[in-house]
C-alpha cells in the first residue's frame, strides 16, 4: 500500500502518488495500518476486511479500472436509497470473514450431522407422534423453501454492497440462510428412512399450493424481488425473521417438539436461531450507524419506516395465515397468540434500536 492517499488527515485532498505527500492514520506507525480502526488497534477482522473491496475516494488516484457498458461503475452507490456520509465505518459486530465463517459453519453441519446421527441411532424417530410426523412433511418441509429464498436473495443483495465490510455482513447471512435450507432437506430425508410412508415431496406441495403458506412466499418474494440491496437485508433480519422466522422455527417447532417425543428437530432448528442472533446484531449496527448519519440520517430514518411499513403487513399476513398449524399437533402445549405476541414485541425492540416507528398493527 503506497504511503499517500486522497482521503488523508491533511488539510486539503493530495493528489500525488509520491512517498509522503499525505498524512493518513498510520503513517507515523511502523506497523503496517493504513485505516482508523473502530477500537485502539486494528483487530483481525478489519485487517483482512477494510478496503479490500478498492473505492476511487480512498487510496486511489484513478477512477474505477472496469465499468459497465452503460457506464455504471464497478460499484456505485446508488444501488441503494439509503445514503452515507462515510460508508466505510460500518463494522459487522460478529467480526466474521472468510476463515472465520468457514469453521463456524463447519462447526454447525457436525453439530447437525451428530445429532441425527445419534437420534437415528437410538431409533428417535420411530417414537415421533404420527400427527408430528404429518407436521414435519408438510410445514417444516415448507418452510425451508422460505430460508432458501432469503438465503437467494441475501446471496444476490451482497453483491451490491458500496464496502467489503457491509458484503460480507450481507454474504455471510446468505450462507447461514441457505446451510440451513440444506440442513432442513438432509434431516427431512434421513428421518425419512426410518419413518414408513415419510414423504418428501410433501413440503414442497404445500409451500406451492397450501393456502397456509401462501402468503409467506407473497413476502419471501416480496423481499426477492426488491432491487435495492439494503431493503432485501433490512426486510430479511428486521421484519421476516422475527415475524415469521423466529414465530415458527421458536414459537411453535422448538416449543412443541418435545411432547410429541421429538428431542432432534429443536438442536437441529437451533442452529439457525443462533444464526438469526448474529445476523441481527450486525444489521442493526448498520441500520442504527445510517440512521444515526449526521448528513443523512433524517433521509434514512424515513427511508426505513417506508421499508417497515411495506414489509410488515406482508409479514404480519403471512405469521396469521400461519395461525392454523398450531392446532395440528396432538398435544398442544403452545399458545399462538402468545408466540405472535412474542413477535411482536421482538420487532418492537429492534425497531426502537433503529430509530424507527413501528405500524399500529405491531404495536400492541
Not at 175 to 197: M, N, V
Not at 222 to 230: E, Q, T, V
Request: with cysteine; glycine share 6%.
Amino acid at each position: 500500500m503506497p504511503s499517500s492517499t486522497i482521503e488523508s488527515v491533511s488539510p486539503t485532498p493530495v493528489k500525488s502518488g509520491a512517498a509522503g505527500s499525505a498524512k493518513f492514520p498510520g503513517s507515523e506507525s511502523r506497523k503496517y495500518n493504513y485505516f482508523e480502526p473502530k477500537g485502539r488497534k486494528a483487530s483481525h477482522y478489519e485487517d483482512m476486511t477494510v478496503d479490500v473491496q478498492p473505492d476511487p475516494e480512498r487510496y486511489l488516484l484513478q477512477d474505477w479500472i472496469i465499468s459497465f457498458p452503460d457506464g455504471t461503475p464497478t460499484y456505485s452507490k446508488d444501488w441503494t436509497a439509503a445514503k452515507s456520509s462515510n460508508w466505510h465505518k460500518f463494522r459487522a459486530v460478529d467480526q466474521e470473514w472468510e476463515r472465520t465463517h468457514y469453521q463456524r459453519q463447519s462447526t454447525i453441519c457436525g453439530m447437525v450431522q451428530n445429532t441425527i446421527e445419534n437420534g437415528r441411532k437410538s431409533g428417535a424417530s420411530k417414537r415421533f407422534d404420527r400427527a408430528w410426523i404429518k407436521i414435519l412433511e408438510d410445514h417444516l418441509g415448507a418452510y425451508k423453501h422460505a430460508e432458501f429464498g432469503l438465503g437467494t436473495s441475501t446471496m444476490q443483495a451482497q453483491r451490491y454492497g458500496y464496502t467489503q465490510m457491509v458484503n460480507n455482513a450481507i454474504l455471510t447471512n446468505a450462507s447461514y440462510k441457505l446451510r440451513f435450507a440444506q440442513d432442513l432437506t438432509l434431516y427431512l430425508s434421513e428421518i425419512g428412512l426410518d419413518i414408513e410412508g415419510f414423504n418428501n415431496e410433501a413440503g414442497k406441495k404445500h409451500w406451492l399450493e397450501d393456502p397456509i403458506w401462501q402468503p409467506t412466499r407473497r413476502s419471501v418474494e416480496s423481499i426477492m424481488g426488491s432491487n435495492d440491496y439494503l431493503e432485501q437485508y433490512f426486510a430479511t433480519n428486521v421484519v421476516f425473521e422475527p415475524l415469521v422466522g423466529e414465530l415458527f422455527r421458536s414459537g411453535f417447532i422448538m416449543q412443541v417438539a418435545a411432547s410429541q417425543n421429538d428431542f432432534i428437530t429443536p438442536a437441529v432448528v437451533s442452529a439457525a436461531e443462533a444464526d438469526y442472533e448474529r445476523n441481527l446484531a450486525n444489521t442493526v449496527e448498520l441500520f442504527h450507524l445510517l440512521a444515526e448519519d449526521e448528513q443523512y440520517g433524517t433521509h434514512n430514518i424515513g427511508l426505513f419506516n417506508s421499508w417497515l411499513h411495506k414489509h410488515a403487513d406482508l409479514a404480519l399476513d403471512a405469521a396469521h395465515h400461519l395461525q392454523p398449524i398450531w392446532s395440528q399437533p396432538r398435544v398442544k402445549i403452545a399458545s399462538f397468540a402468545d408466540a405472535l405476541a412474542q413477535a411482536k414485541n421482538r420487532i418492537r425492540g429492534i425497531a426502537t434500536e433503529i430509530q424507527l416507528t413501528v405500524p399500529a398493527s405491531l404495536a400492541v
